[in-house]
């Protein structure tokens, strides 16, 4: 008589390599669809980010281009005036030195 192992108990067999082996679970396509998911991740993020900054520069770009147009109409503002005030005090000066001569009494 033989005697047969039990089905109960008997422990099923594998082979050796791959008993050892210990990328048997590791799934390519798997690690390689997470990687590219987070891959994806960052260059979404980034690009947000991005797009953020430009906007944020874009803005101030903005102020600082109103901020010197603003500059210098005030330049140009204060330009002619000086020359308005010249002009006065040319003016004031020519009468004043006239009278003066008128009462030294030269050419009266």
């Given at each position: 008589?033989?005697?047969?192992?039990?089905?109960?108990?008997?422990?099923?067999?594998?082979?050796?390599?791959?008993?050892?082996?210990?990328?048997?679970?590791?799934?390519?396509?798997?690690?390689w669809t997470a990687s590219q998911a987070t891959w994806q991740k960052f260059v979404t993020d980034s690009?947000?980010?991005?797009?953020?900054?430009s906007d944020e520069y874009a803005s101030i770009e903005a102020q600082a281009y109103s901020r010197a147009?603003?500059?210098?109409?005030?330049?140009?503002?204060?330009?002619?005036?000086?020359?308005?005030?010249?002009?006065?005090?040319?003016?004031?000066?020519?009468?004043?030195?006239?009278?003066?001569?008128?009462?030294?009494?030269?050419?009266?």
């Amino acid at each position: 008589m033989s005697k047969e192992p039990d089905i109960k108990t008997a422990t099923p067999k594998t082979e050796p390599a791959a008993a050892h082996n210990p990328f048997s679970a590791f799934d390519p396509m798997a690690a390689w669809t997470a990687s590219q998911a987070t891959w994806q991740k960052f260059v979404t993020d980034s690009f947000s980010r991005a797009q953020a900054w430009s906007d944020e520069y874009a803005s101030i770009e903005a102020q600082a281009y109103s901020r010197a147009l603003q500059a210098v109409d005030t330049w140009a503002q204060l330009a002619k005036d000086t020359i308005n005030y010249s002009q006065q005090l040319t003016t004031q000066a020519r009468k004043l030195g006239f009278e003066a001569i008128r009462k030294a009494g030269v050419g009266a």
